[in-house]
Antibody, heavy 115, light 106 residues
Framework: EVQLVESGGGLVQPGSPLKLSCAAS????????LNWIRQAPGKGLEWVAS????????YYPDTVKGRFVVSKDNAKNTGYLQMNNLRSEDTAMYYC????????WGQGVMVTVSS | DIQMTQSPASLSASLEEIVTITCQAS??????LAWYQQKPGKSPQLLIY???SLADGVPSRFSGSRSGTQYSLKISRLQVEDIGIYYC????????FGSGTKLEIK
């Protein structure tokens, strides 16, 4: 059974860093793209980051480029999203999802940026 | 950047009615399109991938179609369990979501 489990969320102050993890199981993690997608409370879905199967290429929208870094450790079947210089507008539920056209999503982890 | 214009923003329909949601891509995205259903407090669930292929376990009353750069999701006979918010997603170049369609039962 394909599973993606996010962790690492919480309440942080503006300007702080936070690192999210996405633990994968039930499929060959090293052969799959990994995406991070977020959803602000009551809002729609927003793409945050993508990484190719071997981790050699990463992609970001302008809204997070230079602040967020996506990575994956294929030996540990785990993906990561390092978020730096967090802003209030980064407050959202963060999901990881596999494949270039995402099929399976995790249950999400909440990140709240507030003083 | 590719834009996805989704309509309508909200939709109220009767049980057993046919429902159609559309997404217009700002440029050619081929078949790099998916549709998702999201229920309150849950993560999105894949319904359609490759514009027209039904995801595993999804009822056959859901279908996807494409006409040029316009993509449609059709629910042939609306059921109570179909209420939720529906999103399209293009993955041809980066990822862009439609703004969502909130589906309610009339």
């Amino acid at each position: 059974e394909v599973q993606l489990v996010e962790s690492g969320g919480g309440l942080v102050q503006p300007g702080s860093p936070l690192k999210l993890s996405c633990a994968a199981s039930g499929f060959t993690f090293s052969s799959n793209w990994l995406n991070w997608i977020r959803q602000a409370p009551g809002k729609g879905l927003e793409w945050v980051a993508s990484i190719n199967p071997d981790g050699s290429s990463t992609y970001y929208p302008d809204t997070v480029k230079g602040r967020f870094v996506v990575s994956k450790d294929n030996a540990k079947n785990t993906g990561y999203l390092q978020m730096n210089n967090l802003r209030s507008e980064d407050t959202a539920m963060y999901y990881c999802a596999r494949r270039q056209l995402p099929d399976y999503w995790g249950q999400g982890v909440m990140v709240t940026v507030s003083s | 950047d590719i834009q996805m214009t989704q309509s309508p923003a909200s939709l109220s329909a009767s049980l057993e009615e046919i429902v159609t949601i559309t997404c217009q891509a700002s440029q050619d995205i081929g078949n790099w399109l998916a549709w998702y259903q999201q229920k309150p407090g849950k993560s999105p669930q894949l319904l359609i991938y490759g514009a027209t292929s039904l995801a595993d376990g999804v009822p056959s009353r859901f279908s996807g179609s494409r006409s040029g750069t316009q993509y449609s999701l059709k629910i042939s006979r609306l059921q109570v369990e179909d209420i939720g918010i529906y999103y399209c997603l293009q993955a041809y170049s980066a990822l862009t979501f439609g703004s969502g369609t909130k589906l309610e039962i009339k």
